[in-house]
């Protein structure tokens, strides 16, 4: 099998093969970032997630918003109809916490800039 690596801007092609669930035989990888991304990427994939809120009374309309750990990928739609659906009121700071727990990953959506 075959995947690109996102750790970092090379963007190393790594080809593995999977045997019981685990990445084995990795190639490609330039560091061994690309070693360990590969791992999870077979085992339990993950993404950052960012994105932005409707706030009312700030600056802007919008607040940038990021997950403070990464989710699994197939909990991204789920999280994105949440943020969707939810707005805020100014003022919010750098790193509170817009969404508590979402779509029960333990992970918190958190503001991404303050906005007075």
Do not use: W
Request: aromatic share 4%; charged share 20%; proline share 7%.
């Amino acid at each position: 099998m075959e995947l690109t690596c996102i750790v970092c801007p090379r963007g190393c092609t790594i080809t593995y093969d999977v045997v019981d669930g685990e990445a084995v035989n990795i190639q490609g990888n330039t560091c061994p970032r690309g070693k360990t991304y590969t791992e999870t990427e077979v085992k339990a994939p993950t993404r950052m997630v960012t994105s932005t809120i409707p706030i009312e009374g700030g600056v802007y309309h919008q607040i940038p918003v990021i997950t403070s750990a990464p989710i699994p990928k197939g909990a991204i739609f789920e999280v994105m109809d949440i943020i969707h659906n939810t707005s805020v009121k100014a003022p919010i700071n750098v790193g509170d916490v817009i969404i508590e727990n979402v779509a029960n990953t333990g992970i918190d959506i958190l503001a991404a800039r303050t906005m007075k």
